[in-house]
């Protein structure tokens, strides 16, 4: 899980930030203190507005960093891999939101987690390895 929450640090430090209030867009997110009631704000924002689009686009980016982040045992030798997620290469970003939207939404998660582990979560659930 520590791997995890370094590689989201990672790939957002790459990003820009955005605010969680509507009037100031500058304020930084820190993705460790980022819940999933947080993410799924960002993520059901509207796209037409300036705001909800990047709104949007910070949770495809958090979303994507997590799965990932989760991949990367996979390219480091001597590293146990217990992959339980198998994210098929043709999948968007935006259909990764919105398997955690979904997942969120009704699977009645603790939206008051971290958002990496409940995005975790949903990734398992709607991308499962069939072994």
């Known amino acids: 899980m520590k791997i995890i929450f370094i590689g989201i640090l990672f790939f957002l430090a790459w990003g820009n930030a ?3 209030d509507d009037t ?10 980022l819940t999933a009631h947080d993410l799924m704000t960002y993520c059901a924002s509207s796209s ?9 686009g910070y949770c495809w980016g958090f979303i994507s960093g997590v799965e990932e982040t989760i991949r990367l045992p996979l390219h480091s030798p ?5 992959l339980k997620i198998c994210v098929p290469k043709d999948v968007s970003s935006r259909n990764l939101a919105k ?31 069939v072994n």
Not at 100 to 117: S, V, W
């Open 18 to 20: 955005m605010g969680k």
């Open 78 to 82: 001597g590293q146990p891999v217990d």
């Open 24 to 33: 100031d867009t500058t304020q930084p997110i820190f993705p460790q203190q």
């Open 48 to 56: 037409l507005t300036d705001l909800g689009r990047m709104r949007q």
């Open 99 to 129: 398997a955690f939207i979904q997942y969120a939404g009704r699977r009645g998660a603790n939206l008051a987690q971290p958002a990496a582990q409940i995005v975790t979560e949903a990734l398992s659930h709607s991308y499962p390895c």
